[in-house]
Each structure stands twice: as C-alpha cells, then as structure tokens.
C-alpha cells in the first residue's frame, strides 16, 4: 500500500494551482485534505504523474456571510464547519449533517472542496448543497464561474470540473423564517457513507401549510437526487404524516439504485421512502418549533 | 505452604501501558538494524488458476532491487508448510512460501522483490510478468465437498481435508422419545481477526556464528520456530525467534505464513537484514480469517422444555490450506465438542468437515470453533422456549449441569471440571434486572422493537498436551515453562513461554510471581517472546497463558523459594519450617528481628563461602519447570444483551450489555474486565457486522475497512462485568484461562437479542451478521406470510 511515484507541487497561490493545472492537465490531481486521494493512490487505483496540494494556498479557508449566502471556502477543515456558530445559525441543515461525516479525525483533515469535487455518491455534502440549491464557485484560467449543483454534478465521482479547474468555494443560502430543515441517513456504522440519506427543508406559510419543500437524497444514485416532482404536491398542503409517507413512497418507487455489498437495490428504495418521510416529519416539526 | 496472596485478585495497574501509550513500545516495524532491505509480495489476482510462465527479469532491472524470489527458488530452498495431525480423517497439502504450479486463493504469494525500501519495491512487483491460466474456482463449501468438484490440491483425492463423525449412542433414543424436534440450518459469516498491528517478519543471519534470527509478531515463538525448522531444514538451535511488542493477535498470530519462510530465505542469501510489514491490504487478503460454517442440525426436546439430543452436521469453510499448527481441523472439531454446553444433554452425535475452498486460508481466531457452536445451541435452546411458551432463562434453569453433577462429562466427551451454570445465569439476570426488562419490554405500535438475549456457554480453557493429542495436533505442544531466577542482586526474574500480544502479561504474571516469591512486585520482572531466553512452550492462544505459563511460574518459584528458606534457614539457626517470607525479607515466625533480605540469601547463594551453604543444597537461585496441565479447565459465563431493533430500517442499536463471567481466581480484576470488554466487542462484531465477502469469482470484495466492519466505539454498548469466582481443582494456580468467553458469549446473545425483539414479527434468526438490510428482507419476509 505504497503510492507509485508522483512529482508533488506546493502552489501558494489559487494562480499557481491553475498554472500547473493548466500545464499538467489530466496527468495532475489537486490534493486537498487527502481522506480520499491517498487510499486511493496507496491501493495504485488513483496513478497521477503530478499531485498539486492546495494546502499551502492562503484565503481558501473561510466562513462568512455575504449577500444573504453563507460563504465557505473550498479548503475549509470539515470539522471547522461542524463547530461553527454562523453555519449552525445560518444553515442548520449543514451542521446537522456534518458530524454524520467519518469521524472527528477524517473531519479534521477532510475539506468542504475536497468532498464536493471528489463526488462520492454515497456522501452527505454534495445533497446537503443540492437540497438547499446552493452554488458551486469554480476558478479556471479565464476567471470564475459560478455553477447550481445540478450542473456540477454529472456522474459517478465525476463533476463538470475540467482538469484546469479548481473548486474554490460553495456558497449555500442562509435560512429563511418558518423553514425547518433535517438530514437523517442510515449508514452501517456512524461514520460510515451513507446506504441512503435525505436531506430535507420545508418552509411554511403564516397559516401553516407548505409554502415550499426541498428533498435531495444521497446513496441513491450517480449522483445527488432531488425529488422535485415528489415534493412539489406537498404546496399547499398543511403537514401530515399522511401526506409525508405519500411523498415517500413516490420517492421510493422513481428511484433505480444500484446493489452492493451493503445494501440491495430494494432496500436502498424502501430506505429512502422511510427517511423522507422522517426529513420531513423532522423538518416541519423544526418549521412549526422555529428551531431550523 | 499455603502462599499469602499480596498482588493476586488485585487490580494492580498495567506495568506495560505507559511504554504503550506514549509510542515508546518497539514494534516490529520499529526495529532497526543497520542496512536492512524491505518486502514486497506480488499476489495472486487469481482465486485458482495455473501458474503458466513468470518473467521476472524486468523487475530486477528496477531500481533499488536487490533480489527476487520466485516458487522455483523456493522449492529449491524451502519445504512447502506442512500441517500434520494424526489419525483418520485428515489429508493435507503443502503449502509452498511461494506458489509454483498453481494458486489456490486471491492474495497467494506468488513472488517477492526485496529493494532499498517498500516503495521501490512495491514499484518493482509491477514489472514482473506472471501468466495465468484460470481453473474453476469453489467458493462454497457445501459445492465444494461434492464428489466430482474440481480438486483444489490435485494430490488429495477430494477437497474434504477433515471429516469425523461421533455418535455417543443415545442420541436415537432421544429423537424417539421427543414432543419436540426442530430442524434448521444456520450459517456463520467469515471473520477476521483485523489487530491494530497487522503481522510482520524481519530476519538477519549471523553467518559467522551460522545463526539465522527472526523477530516476529508473533503469539508462539517456540511453535513458530520449530515450524521454521521444518520448513528451512535447520537444526532449532540455528534458529532464534524473538517477539517484540506485538499489536494484538487474537490467534492468527500463531501460525506460520509464507512471508516467514520468505523473509528467511532472502536474509540467508543476501546477508543482509530483511524485513516484511504486512499492510492492511494483505491483512485483510491473506491473514488466517475464521468462523465460516454452515450448521444443519436437529434437536430433541420434551414438551416442557428438556432439551434430549442434538444431531449436527457441520460444515467448515477453511480456505485453500490447512494451517500449522493447529490444521484445517480446529474449527470443526472445537465447534461440535462445545456444542452441548454447559446442559445435560442425553444424545448427540455429529459429522464435521473441515472443506477447502479457494479463499484466504482459515485459523485460530479468538473463539475458535466455540462462537459458532455457541451459536447455534443458544439460539436452539431459543426457538425451544419460543415454541414451549416458557422464558428463555427457565428453559436454560431446566436442562443446566447442577453443581453437584461436576465434573460432568458432557454428550460430546468433555470433561467439566467446576463451575456452576445456574449461579451464573441467576447473577447476570439480577445485574441486568431481567424481571423489569421483561416487563419493560414494549411491543406496541412503534417501529422500534426491543428484545432480551440471553447466551449461557462453557469455554474451553488452558488446553494440556492431553487434548492436542487427542485430537491429533501432533506439532503443538501442549505444555508450557517457566525458569525462574533470583539474580546475585536479589531481583527475581521469570523466564516463560507464553508471548503477550498486548494482554498485559508483564503485570499479571509479575503478580503471580511476586506473590509466590514473597517479594514486592518492584523487585520482579517477566520476560518473554525469545527462544533464546525462555524455556520451549507452545505460547499464548487458545486462552492458556495463565493457566500454562502461570502454572509453569507458580511451580518454578516454589522451587527457587524452598531453596531460599532453606539457606536462610541456615544462615540464621533456624528451623525451615519457622521462617516467613514477605516483602523481601525471611524472617522466624513471631521475632522479626531475626531475619535476612532475599538480596543476602542470593549474594551468598551465588558466591558461597566454605560451609555457607546448607549440605545438599546447590549454588545459584534457578529452576526451570514445565507443566502440562490436565486436558482443560472450563470457564463459563452468561450474557445479557438489550437491544433496540428499528422494524422499518432493520438497524439494530445494543443499548444494555451484562457479562458474568467466571474464570476461577481472577488474577487481575481490572485485566480480566477489560478483556472481557474487548472479546464482546469482537463477538458484537461478528454478530452485527463483520463478514468477509468473496464473489463468485474468489474475489474478495472486503480489503479495506471501509468494507470489512469492525464496530467503532460509536457502535459498541457499556459492558457491565459481574463475576463469581470458582476456583478449579485440576490446575496448580486456581485460574482458568478467559480470553475467549466475552467473544463466544456475544454473538449468541445479540442474535437471540435481535430474535427476540421481532418474535411478534414472526422472524427467526439463522444467518450472520445481521446487517440492517438481512434484517430488512426477514422482516419483510414474514410480513407476507400469511
């Protein structure tokens, strides 16, 4: 469990990470807080001639408020954001899920870029940034680009990312009034990915019924998935439990994910018809209680 | 003369821990020697296939190597691995260090490259060139053992390496005679033992003194030796194994691997010290895994509950080779002797095959054979009190050994010696407050269901060379030893064969030692794992070290104490039968003035002055003795497990766990308490979680932890401990061995658990572990039956 050799980089700057990128292009991985990347190079299933460590790169770990967003920088240590008084303010959906992230280790090491770029199916935070519609900030050699999850995540460990490109921040909105959010996952061990999670934010009306509902899922498929059409019937309706068992079940039978060695197809649809429908429960308790 | 006990049954600190815990502990890969080159092992990728042509030039082009061995070299260098036993009904293979004509499971060495270090190395492997010709490969045993199934080795006429039948003749008399007859089959996943520090080689030939030396982690230096010794063709006293700190072990540690031979050879070769670290990879590929069996059996009971007889067939999946030292036999042959347990049960008779597979092979593993078959009988006795309608804990009271019946010959042959099952199960229900449990037990319209588990079990213990004959083990020994040495400056010093793996044996023998001697524990040291400096011993496994190793020092400083009262005796006109020993000092009853340190007593023992020494007493302050202890002395035990079952997501959360437990004199309360804890996490494993997966294909699909489970901290319940201390009469010391109990007590007792909180469901547990998704397909299995 020996990488094969690699040429290693220490940018310090976002400018020279994209000049290497730019030169080394698919042969090069960035390196950032490692959980991933290095199993992957120690087990020779990752090979890249050229590796680029982003940690020696100042101003890429932040979080702060800007234009009714809550902005986190793409290095910022997962367990920073876990502790965070602002994130657990601003966006309470966030800090519930990160502490189902590995462990406390993993999450101290692990960054918020580094996870949203790696893409793992399975994982919490790319269907956290799904289910709120957050914003994906990408830099690359003609300037920033700004991206909606839906177009950033494209496949199996695989986003719109070109090889010259860096994932320098993710920008979620901060929470409004009368909304309660939950994130419930199953998981075989704490810490472990997912078998299936549900990310879930619900917005009421000043007389109680669902202005607006939001569900993405994660361990379900390539990618994160929200469940538009299944949540777009809770508008209008005050919250019931019949009506979230109803959006659980229509989750349940629109999905297809695969098997493996944790978890059958079949469970994985029965999984997710449960947890939407305890997200929501959970959610519309947090919505009526005004805890988020 | 009865020894008072100062430093035994005490809760004496590890002497061991801050060495361990500030990283100051040498392991394996902490040692150093001057110039020494690293390992690497290409293996194979195939489950079973014929090795065609392996080129290996390229890779000793690559910079940095300095060797390569192929199983060419080998079979010219090396006898393959041999494990033998005795008597019918076993056939075994070699194993060669390196495979030669074929590979018989994913991970087999195929060749290996030394380099300046293990990245070059591991670099290197990638330029050899092996050509495979894929065979048919057997991943299950019950195909496996089908007459006409491909041959794993085409020098055995079948793949069945173990088979034996026992009958004890009234077993059809209780089938005739039952109201009661059940029929399952249950079946055990494999499991690994995954010790924090995988297991490593480093060897260094002294070509001037012709000595050739292997550090190891390992748990049997002396066994691993005279493996060596076989397999090398070397005379033993060539030959030195020495064991630094090892990072757990759990019995797979006990066996001799290819890497061993490997690391052996290069050394010899090269000159050079040559050193092999087992990576988490190989670990999980080609450590001894355990446990997988398929179990059909039937049981007999009467209509209020006495179990009659039980009629099992096991089937033992054990890998691609019979392991050395205990062979391919060890599992099966363990699981149907303990499967009668501690009840009276009139009829039993089994067949138990050891079956080869093209899997990593199987071994020892904490439990062996004894958590499977606990297993299943505690599950029966189960299904028993869920048909009679009486509680789990009545059917056990009904069919318990009595204290009055011990020693008890069991239906399988067993012999216990002490104990007393029913005081056992009465503790660990009131620890637990079983009554209120029970009445506690909600099943109403939530979707989480609670259930009770209950698991009573005997634990084979510190096993004499009686057992390992009997069963035909002729390469373990059986016996254990001890010297035991008061050097010229008065500290005394213990020599043994057992070799801790982290249990903690620097303390609790120091105590032993200590409290035999007379002398504060400060004054004693233990010193273990070298076959230059200990006595031959067959080492720690199989929960022995205490009862061996303990006895062995116990009758050794009896020796070298009788013999510093009888020289202080002399040195102070004093009859021997009037001098006390405590604290260091040898005093006349009743007058403590009149005394001598052991200090003087050595410094005149080892220069004796003319006439200083009483007649007939020898210089020096030494005695080695070796004790084989009767065939074994049983623990037992009974669990409680609470758990919480979610009906809809199938995730099973333990939220109570009690343990009573009695291993006769506790030497160390604290030691015993937190083995206990670490042996139920590793039963909690098995139950819940951990399962070596291979597809069809003999590719395994669990080679890292983020796929074979261990539970984590976050997973493990509080273990609450009780004990009772029943103190048996066959060993010299008063202990019986414990490692083992907390494992095999707990898979039982979390599945009955799991059984019990979907009984209103109508489920029945048969198969391990019960991940969240079994338990899904069970529940919704039952809810479509009508």
């Known amino acids: 469990m020996k990488p094969p050799p690699f040429e290693y980089f220490t940018p310090a700057s976002v400018e020279d990470a994209l000049a290497l990128l730019g030169e080394h292009r698919e042969q090069a991985k960035v390196l950032a807080g490692g959980q991933s990347l290095v199993p992957l190079l120690n087990f020779r299933l990752a090979r890249p001639r050229y590796l680029v460590d982003l940690n020696g790169i100042p101003h890429l770990d932040y979080i702060r408020e800007e234009d009714g967003w ?3 920088g793409a290095m910022t240590r997962q367990r920073a954001v876990e502790r965070s008084a602002l994130v657990r303010d601003r966006c309470p959906l966030l800090a519930e899920a990160m502490p189902q992230i590995g462990h406390v280790q993993i999450r101290n090491r692990g960054t918020i870029g580094g996870s949203l770029a790696h893409a793992d199916p399975a994982a919490e935070l790319p269907a956290i940034v799904a289910a709120l519609g957050g914003r994906l900030v990408v830099r690359g050699p003609d300037g920033e680009r700004v991206m909606a999850p839906e177009r950033f995540f494209v496949g199996y460990l695989t986003t719109a990312l070109e090889p010259f490109e860096l994932l320098v921040g993710v920008r979620l909105p901060v929470r409004r009034s009368r909304t309660g959010h939950a994130f419930v996952e199953v998981s075989r061990r704490h810490g472990d990915f997912a078998l299936v999670g549900v990310a879930a934010a619900l917005t009421l009306d000043a007389a109680g019924a669902c202005a607006d509902a939001a569900l993405a899922l994660t361990g379900v498929g390539p990618t994160p998935v929200v469940a538009a059409a299944a949540t777009r019937v809770l508008v209008g309706q005050r919250p019931s439990a019949e009506a979230f068992q109803e959006v659980g079940r229509r989750v349940s039978e629109t999905l297809e994910p695969d098997s493996d060695l944790h978890a059958s197809s079949e469970y994985r649809k029965h999984l997710a018809g449960v947890l939407t429908r305890r997200a929501l429960t959970r959610a519309a308790e947090r919505a009526r209680g005004g805890e988020g | 003369m009865a020894m008072a006990r100062r430093y035994v049954s005490t809760r004496v600190r590890r002497r061991e821990d801050p060495q361990l815990l500030t990283g100051r502990a040498r392991y394996l890969d902490d040692l150093r020697l001057s110039g020494t080159l690293s390992v690497a092992i290409l293996r194979s990728p195939h489950a079973h296939a014929r090795l065609v042509e392996v080129d290996v030039r390229p890779a000793l082009a690559a910079p940095g190597v300095e060797a390569v061995l192929t199983g060419e070299d080998v079979a010219r260098l090396a006898r393959p691995i041999r494990a033998e036993m005795s008597g019918p009904g076993y056939k075994t293979s070699g194993w060669p260090a390196l495979a030669r004509d074929k590979v018989r499971f994913v991970g087999e060495p195929v060749v290996a490259v030394v380099a300046r270090d293990r990245y070059g190395a591991e670099d290197a492997l990638e330029e050899v060139r092996v050509t495979y010709d894929p065979l048919p490969v057997l991943t299950n045993a019950e195909l496996s053992m089908r007459p006409g199934a491909p041959r794993i080795h085409d020098d055995l006429t079948d793949n069945i390496l173990f088979h034996t039948r026992f009958d004890n003749g009234a077993v059809e008399r209780a089938f005739v005679a039952a109201e009661l007859r059940l029929s399952h089959t249950f079946r055990h996943g494999r499991c690994t033992s995954a010790p924090m520090e995988n297991r490593g080689a480093l060897a260094s030939f002294d070509a001037a003194e012709g ?30 194994v020495i064991c630094p700190a090892v990072g757990g072990g759990f019995g797979p540690k006990m066996h001799l691997y290819p890497e061993d031979i490997i690391v052996c ?17 190989e670990n999980l590929l080609t450590s001894a895994q355990a446990r997988e069996h398929v179990n059909h059996i039937e049981m007999a009971a009467t209509g209020d509950g006495v179990i009659l007889g039980f009629k099992a067939t096991l089937i033992c999946d054990v890998g691609a080779y019979s392991l050395y030292p205990v062979t391919a036999a060890l599992e099966p042959v363990t699981a149907a002797s303990i499967i009668p347990g501690p009840y009276r049960i009139q009829g039993y008779s089994y067949d138990a095959y050891a079956v080869a597979t093209n899997k990593c092979p199987a071994g020892a593993y904490r439990g062996v054979g004894m958590a499977l078959g606990t297993f299943v009988r505690e599950r029966l006795v189960d299904m028993v009190a869920r048909r009679t309608g009486l509680d789990p804990a009545e059917v056990r009271r009904r069919n318990f050994i009595a204290a009055t019946d011990v020693p008890f010959t069991t239906a399988s042959g067993l012999v216990i010696d002490s104990g007393n099952p029913t005081e056992s199960l009465d503790q660990a229900l009131e620890a637990a407050g079983y009554d209120a449990l029970r009445k506690d037990q909600r099943r109403s319209s939530t979707t989480t269901y609670r259930g009770i588990g209950l698991c009573s079990y005997t634990e084979f213990t510190g096993m004499g060379s009686g057992t390992f004959r009997r069963r035909g083990m002729s390469q373990i020994a059986g016996h254990d030893a001890a010297t035991v040495r008061v050097e010229p400056t008065g500290e005394v010093r213990g020599f043994v064969s ?12 120091a105590q032993v030692l200590a409290d035999e001697i007379g002398v504060p524990m400060a004054a004693v040291s233990i010193v273990e794992g070298d076959t230059e400096r200990c006595p031959y011993g067959s080492g720690s496994f199989a929960s022995r070290s205490m009862v061996v190793s303990g006895g062995a020092l116990i009758l050794a400083a009896r020796r070298v104490r009788d013999k510093v009262i009888a020289i202080a005796a002399h040195m102070l006109e004093a009859a021997r039968g009037d001098l006390v020993m405590e604290e260091g000092a040898i005093f006349v009853r009743g007058m403590a003035a009149r005394r001598v340190t052991l200090g003087q007593v050595a410094r005149l023992a080892y220069r004796p002055a003319s006439g200083t020494l009483p007649p007939s007493v020898d210089p020096a302050l030494e005695a080695t003795q070796y004790y084989d202890p009767p065939p074994a002395t049983f623990s037992i035990g009974t669990h409680v497990a609470v758990v919480d079952v979610d009906a809809e997501t199938g995730q099973v959360a333990i939220v109570r766990y009690v343990v009573s437990e009695d291993c006769g004199t506790m030497v160390n309360p604290m030691i015993v308490e937190g083995q206990i804890h670490g042996a139920v996490a590793q039963g909690i494993g098995a139950a819940l979680y951990e399962d070596v997966v291979y597809d069809d294909a003999g590719q395994p699909l669990t080679t890292s932890f983020m796929d074979y489970l261990l539970p984590t901290t976050m997973e493990l319940p509080a273990i609450e401990v009780v004990h009772t201390e029943t ?60």
């Not at chain 2, 039982?748 to 799991?754: D, L, T």
């Not at chain 2, 198969?767 to 479509?784: F, G, M, N, T, V």
Request: hydrophobic share 45%.
């Open chain 2, 211 to 240: 000595i050739l030396t292997l550090w190891a982690s390992s748990q049997s230096p002396h066994l691993l030796r005279s493996g060596l010794a076989e397999a090398l063709d070397l005379p033993e006293s060539r030959l030195r």
């Open chain 1, 70 to 72: 809550l902005a986190i």
């Open chain 2, 265 to 281: 050879l290069l050394a010899q070769r090269l000159g050079r010290p040559v050193k092999w670290i087992e990576d988490r990879r």
């Open chain 2, 498 to 509: 057992a070799a801790s793996q982290g249990q903690g044996h620097a303390t609790t023998l």
């Open chain 2, 727 to 786: 103190p048996p009469p066959v060993t010299v010391s008063g202990f019986k061995g414990m490692a083992e109990g907390g494992t095999i007590g707990a898979t039982a007792a979390v599945a009955n658990a799991v059984a019990d909180a979907l009984a209103p469901l109508g489920v029945e547990v048969h198969e391990l572990p019960l991940s969240p998704d079994r338990l899904y397909r069970l529940i919704h299995q039952a809810r479509k039956r009508p």
